[in-house]
């Protein structure tokens, strides 16, 4: 099932789509955020059909499907290819030749204020950067609390599946070092365009692409992740509890800007298209 939350006008809702017939089916009046739904349906969402008519895709503004009530948990160099070019770029502080590949997986988080939605804008910020890059990553959504989740539990804790842009001004990435301040700038984290429920998702075997301006940058498959979805629940939740709601995004593969010599940067106009298999595609332009 496809969760969507949307306005056509109004207050924002949450809503079943069906992308075959073009249409969002409201879910009641109530619910306008998706982490209320997931803490009512933890132990699984099951659907009848809302019983309101369905509204035309064409029609509606899709949001971000989580209004994150903490930051977004993020994973760093979870692909070989990617870890190499990172590494390779000059813009990863301290980074050793031969040492690419990390023994534990590199967590970062981005605040709430960076998420935006299908559509929306990412602001380049001149002031505070010249070297923003797009990540194309998939990213899952926590079901039910829990705290030093095992490996083998893991998978009972994802609600859903959405597609996020991890933009980075990697300038600041590297400059400061810790990387909050490279991947926490406002609107830096596009999501969308909806939420996938599990039940639908092999997520070891999920294709994600990325274009810019139409032109091919990064294509991959989920199964060259280097941390798994469980070893990520069970590392980011040693010792954290995990909440109903929060967002993990898996880490981005190769193909970054900052992959090429010389690296190519986002421009204003740019439009970054990601696709994921049986999720869809988010498209956000930069300015
Ligand atoms: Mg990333």
Redesign the pocket.
Known sequence: MKVARFTDGGRPRIGIVDTGKGLVYPLDDKLSNIADLIRMTAGGFSYHGSGNAGIGLQTVKLLAPILPERNIF???KNYHAHAKEFSGSGYEAGAVKGQEIDEYPAIFSKPPSTVVGPGDTVELHPQATSAVDY?A?LAFVISRPGRNISTADAMNHVWGYTIIN?V?ARDRQKNHKQWLAGKGLDTFCPMGPWIVTADEIDADNLDITCHVNGELRQKANTRDLIFKIPQLIAAISAGLTLQAGDVI?T??PAGVGIGFDPPRFLRAGDLVEISVTGIGTIANSFG
């Open positions: 993020c994973v760093g990540e990553e991890d980075t995004a880490g981005t």
